[in-house]
């Protein structure tokens, strides 16, 4: 009878998921799946500078190809992860989080090893994954197959997490198999009369509607969902919106696209359109705080259909197990084939830029689309950066990778790298606060080192300008030391002949910007070397900050 090793098992259902970097950091008890993975075609290791980091990565290579993984060592390698997985688990993304642990050997004789806390219980971490996990294991010879297809077919389906713990002497451990099938990654079948019912509900709901509104939302992007999406709105003709979490769901050259709705905090023309709306057709919501502009939206259930990924309800009645994978394109196909026209007059954008020499959030959000590629990758802090993206104005076919639900500050530096390792045919542009940069600022190095070509805007206005504007705007607190951002690059090697000899990106533009014409020149620089990685550092006015921001902050003082 044939057999597979455990590890190699493990590492080719990873890429059978699509993914074909893991992220992480070596650790005495995970190193022999490590030589797994560099020995495996097809898969490259992520050799991050931590374990946090890595978590980050995992998470924004998971936004772009579907599923992401990461390998940590056995206690304070995974508990150094457990920040970025909780974020993942929270914003919906199968990140699979692998954990090398002693041998079982030491683990039935419960021994004193290193990385435990001493008294014998090698459980202990697994637990505390399992709150932020959909599903894990700690494997054992017998069933190690059947638990890893358990859990990544779980993770894979559900949107969530997974934890894999696999003692070290498992890892090349053969079993016996007769014959190993693919994994089943698609949804089950909805139920075939709910969802009938449901069609038809929905169907005649529509036809009577005489001002419908379509609004997008960030599970359409969890379950890659955007040509379905794509196909309901032309043919609807119906004004389509996205929530914040959304951005990027739909074709903003659309003609019936109208903007991001996030309830009191949306531009002032689309909370005029939105209000004229007789019927909500809401596709993925995630109805946070702040994507919904601190629970603010006027969608009354009674004139509500929601569309989601695992369920639908119609006006306050519950179809169960009627998912939108399945249930949006026979939707569509119930749509008259001429779309319906609605004259709503131009589509409401923000301010334009106002005068001045400062780059000031204004400025720099109108300005730097006209020096970005179509279908980049736009990757934004938590923070000033977040915000301004939702009503950005971007290119086309842009993604947008925030982390509105968990807010992790630090975490866009990190998604950066993962979401550039994960598609290098498009050009990612990161946007990172000083004061998150500072956090994991290392990865910019890991960066160089697997030879990408990210444009970084450094947003450099002396301190935490987001906590400033919600408490203690001249509290020590919220200031930090101030670095020579600018050398960044160099600090990590860019120029030195053993990193470029190892393949390292080739660096453009590396410096600071003070004022507009400045900006413009740099940028004309950036555009014109696709193949270069730059890092831009931004002066920018202290408390300056998107209207967004400043909207949801007033708001959020009491919540």
């Keep these: 009878m044939p057999s597979i090793e455990i590890g190699q098992h493990l590492v080719n259902r ?3 998921l699509g993914i074909d970097v893991v992220f992480g950091v070596p650790g005495d008890f995970n190193m022999p799946l490590l030589d797994i993975i560099e020995d495996t075609p097809g898969m490259t290791w992520g050799n991050n500078a931590n374990e946090l980091n890595a978590s980050y990565a995992a998470d924004g290579y998971a936004r772009i190809r579907g599923a992401g993984a990461l390998v940590t060592t056995f206690g304070v390698g995974e508990l150094s992860a457990v920040n970025g997985i909780a974020g993942a688990y929270s914003e919906m993304l199968p990140v699979i989080h692998i954990v090398g642990t002693p041998s079982t050997a030491s683990q039935a004789a419960k021994r004193m090893l290193h990385h435990s806390l001493g008294d014998g219980n090698f459980e202990y971490f697994h637990e505390m994954s399992q709150k932020i996990s959909v599903a894990t294991t700690h494997l054992k010879p017998e069933n190690a197959l059947s638990e890893i297809d358990r859990v990544l ?6 949107k969530r997490t997974g934890y894999i713990g696999i003692p070290i002497d498992l890892i090349h451990m053969k079993v016996e198999v007769p014959q190993i099938a693919p994994l089943e990654l698609s949804l089950p079948k909805n139920p075939a009369n709910t969802q009938q019912i449901a069609l038809k509900i929905v169907s005649e709901a529509i036809a009577k509607a005489k001002h419908p509104v379509i609004i997008v939302d960030g599970c359409v992007l969890r379950q890659h969902m955007e040509k379905e999406v794509d196909e309901f709105v032309r043919r609807s003709g119906f004004p389509v919106y996205v929530g914040p979490m959304g951005k990027g769901a739909v074709d903003e050259t659309l003609p019936n696209f109208r903007g991001c709705y996030t309830g009191s905090i949306s531009l002032d023309g689309i909370k005029k359109e939105i209000a004229q709306a007789d019927l909500f057709i809401e596709i993925g919501a995630i109805k946070s705080d702040f994507n919904t502009g601190m629970f603010t939206l006027e969608n009354d259930p009674a004139k509500t259909i929601t569309l989601h990924s695992f ?38 954008k923000p301010l334009p830029i106002q005068e001045g020499k400062e780059i000031t959030q204004n400025y720099l959000w ?23 993206t939702i009503n950005m104005d971007g290119p086309k076919g842009s993604t947008y990778i925030t982390q509105f639900l968990w807010g992790s500050i630090g975490f866009s530096v990190g998604a950066a790298l993962g979401a550039a390792i994960a598609d290098r045919s498009r050009r990612l542009y990161l946007f990172v606060g000083d004061g998150s940069f500072q956090l994991t600022a290392q990865e910019i190095s890991v960066m160089m080192h697997h030879n990408l070509k990210p444009v970084v805007f450094l947003l450099n206005n002396d301190g935490y300008c987001i906590e400033k504007l919600i408490h203690g705007p001249h509290r020590a607190y919220n200031n930090f030391q101030m670095w020579k951002y600018n050398q960044t690059l160099t600090f990590m090697g860019a120029h030195l002949q053993r ?26 620089e950036v555009q014109g070397q696709p193949d270069k990685m730059h890092f831009i550092e931004l002066i920018m006015p202290e408390f300056d900050a998107p209207r967004e921001l400043e909207l949801l902050v007033s708001m959020s003082e009491n919540r």
């Design 14 to 16: 990873l890429k059978e």
């Design 153 to 158: 077919t779980k993770s894979y389906l559900s």
């Design 311 to 348: 369920t639908t309800i119609v006006f306050c009645a519950e179809y169960q197990k009627v998912s939108m994978v399945e249930f949006l394109p026979l939707l569509t196909q119930t749509l008259p084939k001429e779309p319906r026209k609605f004259d709503l007059g131009p589509r409401v």
């Design 366 to 388: 109108n300005k730097v689309v006209e020096y970005m590629d179509e279908n980049a990758i736009i990757c934004g802090e938590t923070g000033t950066s977040e915000f301004a």
């Design 499 to 524: 990193n470029k000899e190892r393949g390292c990106s080739e660096i453009g533009f590396e410096g600071q910007v003070a004022t507009r014409d400045e900006f413009e020149k740099v940028m004309t």
